[in-house]
């Protein structure tokens, strides 16, 4: 795999300089997450499945989330909303000292850090924060879930925004542990605000999990932000003896090895595309081992009739800790 400045033209936009991977057939880059080396061997490793070819069957799209548990559609965004906002969030970053000034802003070259290092930071910022949400919440996203949920969708309020520097991916888990107090018919849609080649880190899920019984029954049973009175109000996740922060292990090839399924990702994701999976299914993020700054979003959809998480609805969503943490004796 080699990596090259190309000039390229980006429609409606002034082209610019951007990164462009090639990529033999025959080689692979070593890939990491949580600094471990993974297989690549075609029992072990994969690439997501396009589903652009049942894109308007509702039915269809089901069968398949039901299958896989994701739907991945390239392209489902147009690139110029997606590429502007890039422009303003880079800018954001620079501003705040994140971005290494040698290079230019849009590349999203590492710098020194800042101090936006929340994700609800970013995601209040005025301006960038208006123009994700102009992206990921736009009449053709929720008209997509009316049709694939088979009623009014609505969203959660609060937006995940990614700013992911040069370093480890994140560890194996499933979301229904970090929302899980509402519908469980609930779905996240992981969105690149740039072209991510392997080695920026992007998403990477494990195939089948999600109808992985043992998981549902013991891990995926759990609340983040549920206490256990007689444990001195520790986690009942980290009682139960999981690591790390609603990790499900830290380490994805032996979590792999031990579902079975092979690990997915994209070649290259890119701006546009759209990656959906239910709560159950079994995720995390290949390590950056680029210098730029992988830049994402994660937001989650459901019906409208059914209850919602209130963790992350409202003006100002709660989140985890403080009030949202309810005692049980474990």
């Known amino acids: 795999m080699n990596r090259e400045f190309a000039e390229i ?3 409606n936009i002034q082209s610019r300089l951007y990164y462009v991977w090639t990529m033999s057939t025959s080689t692979m880059p070593t890939l990491k997450s949580g600094g471990i080396e993974l297989e690549t061997g075609p029992d072990r490793f994969g690439f997501l499945l396009d589903s ?3 894109i308007e069957d509702a039915e269809a799209l089901k069968s ?3 299958r896989d548990g994701y739907l991945f559609l390239p392209g489902f965004f147009d690139r110029d909303p997606v590429y502007r906002t890039r422009l303003a969030f880079c800018d954001l970053l620079a501003e705040d000292g994140r971005l290494d000034p040698e290079h230019p802003r849009e590349l999203a070259i590492a710098g020194t850090s800042g101090s936006l290092n929340s994700s609800h930071d970013i995601a209040k910022d005025p301006v960038v924060g208006a123009k994700i949400r102009e992206v990921i919440y736009n009449d053709k996203i929720m008209g997509f879930f009316g049709r694939f949920l088979g009623g009014e969708a609505t969203h959660f309020d609060y937006t995940w925004v990614r700013a992911i520097e040069p370093g480890l991916g994140s560890y194996p888990h499933c979301d229904v542990i970090f929302m899980g107090r509402g519908s469980k018919n609930l779905y996240t849609c992981w ?3 740039g072209d ?3 080695n920026v880190g992007g998403l990477l899920l494990i195939e089948g999990s999600h109808k992985d019984q043992e998981i549902r029954r013991t891990y995926a049973s759990l609340d983040i932000d549920t206490a256990c009175a007689n444990r001195n ?3 009942e996740v980290a009682a139960a003896g999981y690591p790390g922060y609603g990790a499900l292990s830290l380490d994805f090839r032996a979590t792999r090895d031990r579902v079975g399924g092979r690990l997915l990702t994209a070649e290259e994701y890119r701006m546009g595309d759209l990656l959906i999976f239910n709560v159950y299914l079994v995720h995390g993020s290949l390590d ?3 210098k730029e700054i992988r830049l994402s979003t994660d937001s989650r959809y459901q019906l409208a009739s059914e209850p919602l998480d209130d ?3 409202g003006e100002d969503p709660p989140g985890h800790g403080g009030n949202s943490v309810k005692g049980l004796i474990c």
Do not use: K, T
């Open 9 to 11: 033209g980006v429609p």
């Open 196 to 198: 991510i080649p392997l």
């Open 191 to 193: 969105v690149p605000f």
């Open 52 to 54: 652009n070819d049942v």
């Open 64 to 66: 398949r989330m039901d």
């Open 288 to 290: 950056n081992q680029s």
């Open 311 to 313: 963790r992350w609805v």
């Open 233 to 235: 109000n520790v986690s």
